[in-house]
């Protein structure tokens, strides 16, 4: 049991399950707009729950699936997979049990989030393959994160409104313009190993200018969104404060100095997504009031 334990605690470190808060912050807001405030508490923790099964299944997905070429590229060699702390059938027991325990919430959740679990489901594994083919993986991995506050409203209505497609875009050209980013760190080795990137097929000050403009595109979808929910002051001052934010992280790093790439890719992206919660949260407060909470 200690053994298991131990696996347990290195696939967790591997696929980073702190980093769930990237997309989970985005579900959340969709949820407090589908149900004008707080649902119930049920709700909330089976959303919870498949958000964070089903981010930590396609993260182990993608280590499994990329263990040869994590093994190839001198910054990802020392990953469990490659470094032999994990075996490819532990981490693929990992992934059933996060697949499974994602269908048993969208069952909790109801009929139409269960439905749509499979489709889903593949986006997020299908996204570790993209590379492979196309250099607009990054918009692969964007849409696996972007889903996540269509997949919310669905959980609290049963039903989909188009005006959340609207999230759904910008979280994808936000989610899409970092991973832009962060692929410029393996520039050299995606170009040996004959991977596709952005950074790969246009360089690297090109791909720079690729991200600023998806990252200006987020906040226009970012924009619509507000205007399409009626925000007030609070909301609207959200995404101007991701505006800023985003402006920061473009600000510390660039294409002649990649040092803080990290820190722009990590920290600073799981600061806007609390972030725009925080302010869009205090909007639905200060608007609904008494109603906010139930």
């Known amino acids: 049991m200690a053994g298991v334990l131990s696996k347990i605690r290195t696939t967790l470190e591997m696929i980073k399950w702190e980093h769930s808060i990237f997309a989970l912050p985005f579900a959340l807001t969709a949820m407090l707009l589908a149900a004008g405030g707080l ?3 049920r709700t909330v923790a089976w959303i919870v729950v498949a958000m964070v099964a089903a981010r930590s299944a396609a993260m ?21 997979i490659p470094a032999g702390l994990l075996t490819r059938k532990f981490v693929l027991g990992f992934i059933s049990a996060a697949v499974l325990v994602f269908f048993v919430a969208a069952a909790e959740l109801n009929r139409l989030t269960l439905e749509l679990a499979p489709l889903a489901l593949a986006v ?25 506050p269509a997949a919310a409203w669905i959980a609290v209505r049963g039903s989909l409104d188009p005006r ?42 090109m791909a720079f200018g690729a991200a600023r403009v998806l990252h200006v595109a987020a906040l226009g979808a970012l924009a619509w969104f507000a205007w399409l929910f ?6 609207w001052l959200g995404i101007a404060a991701v505006g800023l934010l985003l402006a920061y992280e473009h600000a510390i790093v660039s294409p002649r100095d990649l040092r803080r790439l990290n820190a722009a890719f990590f920290t600073m992206n799981g600061v806007i997504a609390m972030v725009f919660l925080a302010f869009v949260s205090a909007d639905l407060w200060l608007r609904h009031g008494e109603h906010f909470t139930r």
């Open 60 to 80: 182990a997905f993608n280590r499994w699936a990329d263990a040869d070429l994590d093994a190839e590229n001198p910054r990802t060699r020392n990953r469990a």
């Open 124 to 148: 997020l594994l299908g996204y570790s393959y993209l590379k492979r083919f196309t250099r607009w993986s990054h918009l692969g991995l964007g849409l696996a994160l972007g889903l996540a």
């Open 230 to 235: 009626h925000f007030g002051l609070a909301g």
């Open 39 to 41: 649902p119930g508490w």
């Open 164 to 205: 959340i497609l609207v999230l759904t875009a910008a979280v994808t050209l936000w989610a899409g313009g970092f991973d832009v980013l962060y692929a410029c760190q393996d520039f050299e080795h995606d170009r040996a190993a004959g991977l596709h990137s952005l950074p790969q097929a246009v360089g690297i000050p």
